[in-house]
């Protein structure tokens, strides 16, 4: 573990200087680790990913996910996440089945071995994605859904995964019992997400102590899954639910600390799992068995993006309709975006052992999550620049380099004052830096006013920022004069509500309709 922490902090600072996508990059040092044996690390196992990693990341994006935003878009979402990706399946299998019979490697395969295959590969995995569009600045709508409708086809995936897993083996499948199933496996772990979330999020509202908080956090996502299944219904929905519905808690029931601090936590700790399971991804594959199948691979990739462009553009058409409606831009970046990663690899590798075409879709299933990584992952980029989506220069990051070039420079002078204080130089020393950092502020804040200023999109985002910070100060100082003793506990209640709703109305405000920009009148641009 110790090796493979230290791998993954090599290949994060690789990524970060040279731009390479830092997913793509994990999965390539897992192979290389795998091709040349020099650390043996463990391997990807269900229980392994369902007792350590799946439910943290899940719990992490579930909980960072604004609830608003999700249900602004919940008819794409839930489109794309349970009808769409079950008639991605069928279109998968159809296109996989006959098309691998044709190529005459393997004995022939029967079309429900065919939709086995299409469900372990139906869940996306947008980390990568994701972390593109936010490095290129793309649309904040765009990222919430790419990772709303991931959050909610893992579970769509896993429970059409064990029925036609149990279909094959037990010979016969019964549509009533099988849409009785999927039902009851998705029904109950609802329930179960959603009284873990309200529970927790009771409890968060009147603990104020940031250690137990984020000990209250990670129950909520652990204590679900591990709930939900051990009865044998959906671990993944019943996490989603329950991270979904702490996340909404936390703006009002958290101190400013506490989701400072549990931020951080969630932060850390899903770089961490993200590392570890994509490096594991890559380790997990053998170079020389997935070159003997590289024709299946191939027709199986084909097959499921194809699959998800036809869903994504009826999913689009139908919502063109509706006040949901996305560019036809987006389509294609929701279709190219649609990633495979380590919960397909988990699913297959719990077939049994004498299932027939275990070995073809063993190596399939692997192919296609590396394909979809190094191909997809690598282009994306391109894509959104070459549909115009994000900019060809990264604006957003030259902001931030001149913001950050301006805290740094009004950091250094006023330490000056301390300096100069402590006697630490003379104040023919002090007078003379204090004049070159005087110049370096002005210099900065022109350089990042002038930015500014031609963004308006930039200079919304920074508003918002000082006025949540100030927002957060304000509490805090609130909950410190109740400590002290200050404040009753009905006065700092109703104090502190407003504040709460001050800036739940400034983390929504980009979430309504902008008025088109109106035409300058003459009058206006003589003025």
Same mark, same amino acid.
């Given at each position: 573990?110790?090796?493979?922490f230290?791998i993954?902090?090599?290949?994060?600072i690789?990524a970060?200087?040279?731009?390479?996508?830092y997913?793509?990059?994990?999965v390539?040092?897992?192979?290389?680790?795998?091709?040349?044996?020099?650390?043996?690390?463990?391997r990807?196992t269900?229980e392994?990913?369902?007792?350590?990693?799946?439910?943290?990341?899940?719990?992490?994006?579930?909980?960072h996910l604004?609830?608003?935003?999700?249900w602004q878009n919940?008819?794409i979402?839930v489109g794309l996440?349970?009808?769409g990706?079950?008639?991605?399946m069928?279109?998968?299998?159809?296109?996989?089945t006959?098309?691998v019979n044709a190529?005459?490697?393997?004995e022939?395969?029967?079309?429900?071995h065919?939709?086995l295959?299409?469900?372990i590969? $139906? /869940?996306? =995995?947008?980390?990568a994605v !994701?972390s593109?569009?936010?490095?290129? @600045?793309?649309p904040k709508? +765009?990222? &919430?859904?790419?990772?709303?409708?991931?959050?909610?086809?893992?579970g769509?995936?896993?429970?059409?995964?064990g029925?036609?897993l149990?279909?094959?083996?037990?010979g016969?499948?019964?549509p009533?019992e $099988? /849409?009785? =199933?999927f039902?009851?496996? !998705?029904?109950l772990?609802?329930?179960? @997400?959603?009284a873990?979330g +309200?529970? &927790?999020?009771a409890l968060?509202?009147r603990v104020?102590?940031?250690?137990v908080?984020?000990?209250?956090t990670?129950i909520a996502?652990?204590?679900p899954?591990?709930i939900?299944?051990?009865?044998h219904?959906s671990?993944v929905?019943?996490?989603?639910?329950?991270?979904m519905?702490?996340?909404?808690?936390a703006p009002?029931?958290?101190s400013?600390?506490s989701?400072i601090a549990?931020g951080t936590?969630?932060e850390?700790?899903?770089f961490v799992?993200?590392s570890?399971?994509?490096l594991l991804?890559g380790?997990?594959l053998?170079?020389?068995?997935?070159?003997?199948y590289?024709?299946p691979i191939l027709v199986?990739?084909a097959a499921?993006?194809?699959g998800?462009?036809?869903?994504v553009?009826v999913?689009?058409?139908?919502a063109k309709?509706?006040?949901?409606r996305?560019?036809?831009s987006?389509?294609?970046?929701?279709t190219?975006?649609g990633l495979?990663g380590?919960?397909?690899?988990?699913?297959?590798l719990?077939?049994?052992e004498d299932?027939?075409?275990?070995t073809?879709?063993?190596?399939?299933v692997f192919?296609v999550?590396?394909v979809?990584i190094?191909?997809?992952g690598?282009t994306m980029?391109w894509?959104?620049?070459?549909l115009?989506?994000?900019?060809t220069?990264?604006?957003?990051?030259?902001?931030?380099?001149r913001?950050?070039?301006l805290?740094?420079?009004?950091v250094g002078?006023?330490?000056?004052?301390q300096?100069?204080?402590?006697?630490?130089a003379?104040?023919?020393?002090i007078q003379?830096?204090?004049a070159?950092?005087a110049e370096?502020?002005e210099?900065?804040e022109?350089?990042f006013?002038?930015?500014?200023?031609?963004?308006r999109?930039?200079?919304e985002?920074e508003?918002?920022?000082?006025?949540r910070?100030?927002?957060?100060?304000?509490?805090?100082?609130?909950?410190?004069?109740?400590?002290?003793g200050?404040?009753s506990e009905?006065?700092?209640?109703?104090l502190a509500?407003?504040?709460?709703q001050?800036m739940?109305i400034?983390d929504h405000e980009?979430e309504?309709?902008?008025p088109?920009?109106?035409?300058?009148?003459?009058?206006e641009?003589?003025?």
């Amino acid at each position: 573990m110790l090796a493979l922490f230290a791998i993954a902090s090599a290949i994060s600072i690789i990524a970060k200087r040279s731009g390479f996508p830092y997913t793509v990059g994990l999965v390539l040092g897992g192979l290389a680790l795998s091709a040349t044996q020099l650390v043996h690390p463990p391997r990807l196992t269900q229980e392994l990913l369902y007792v350590v990693f799946l439910p943290g990341l899940l719990f992490e994006a579930a909980f960072h996910l604004k609830v608003k935003s999700f249900w602004q878009n919940k008819g794409i979402i839930v489109g794309l996440a349970v009808p769409g990706v079950m008639v991605a399946m069928l279109l998968t299998a159809g296109l996989f089945t006959p098309l691998v019979n044709a190529l005459e490697i393997v004995e022939r395969i029967s079309f429900g071995h065919g939709l086995l295959f299409a469900s372990i590969i $139906a /869940a996306t =995995d947008p980390l990568a994605v !994701v972390s593109i569009f936010k490095s290129l @600045g793309a649309p904040k709508r +765009l990222g &919430v859904l790419v990772e709303g409708e991931s959050l909610l086809n893992d579970g769509t995936s896993v429970v059409v995964f064990g029925i036609v897993l149990a279909s094959i083996v037990e010979g016969h499948f019964e549509p009533r019992e $099988a /849409a009785w =199933d999927f039902v009851n496996v !998705v029904g109950l772990g609802l329930l179960i @997400g959603g009284a873990a979330g +309200l529970t &927790v999020g009771a409890l968060l509202k009147r603990v104020r102590d940031p250690m137990v908080e984020i000990t209250l956090t990670v129950i909520a996502a652990y204590a679900p899954f591990a709930i939900a299944e051990s009865i044998h219904v959906s671990g993944v929905i019943a996490t989603v639910v329950a991270g979904m519905l702490c996340g909404h808690a936390a703006p009002s029931g958290m101190s400013p600390t506490s989701q400072i601090a549990a931020g951080t936590f969630w932060e850390y700790f899903s770089f961490v799992l993200n590392s570890i399971v994509f490096l594991l991804i890559g380790a997990s594959l053998d170079p020389h068995e997935l070159l003997g199948y590289w024709q299946p691979i191939l027709v199986a990739w084909a097959a499921v993006t194809l699959g998800r462009a036809a869903v994504v553009a009826v999913i689009s058409g139908i919502a063109k309709r509706t006040k949901e409606r996305i560019p036809s831009s987006w389509a294609a970046v929701l279709t190219w975006g649609g990633l495979r990663g380590g919960l397909s690899m988990v699913l297959v590798l719990t077939l049994p052992e004498d299932l027939p075409h275990r070995t073809l879709l063993l190596n399939v299933v692997f192919g296609v999550v590396f394909v979809s990584i190094i191909v997809q992952g690598t282009t994306m980029e391109w894509l959104l620049k070459r549909l115009r989506i994000v900019g060809t220069v990264n604006r957003r990051h030259e902001y931030e380099m001149r913001r950050g070039e301006l805290i740094a420079a009004k950091v250094g002078f006023a330490e000056l004052d301390q300096i100069e204080k402590e006697g630490f130089a003379s104040d023919a020393v002090i007078q003379r830096v204090r004049a070159s950092a005087a110049e370096r502020v002005e210099s900065a804040e022109l350089a990042f006013e002038e930015l500014g200023m031609n963004d308006r999109d930039l200079q919304e985002e920074e508003r918002q920022a000082v006025e949540r910070r100030l927002l957060f100060v304000q509490k805090h100082e609130l909950l410190e004069a109740r400590r002290a003793g200050l404040l009753s506990e009905e006065a700092f209640a109703e104090l502190a509500e407003t504040i709460d709703q001050k800036m739940h109305i400034i983390d929504h405000e980009d979430e309504k309709p902008r008025p088109a920009p109106q035409t300058p009148t003459k009058t206006e641009e003589e003025e």
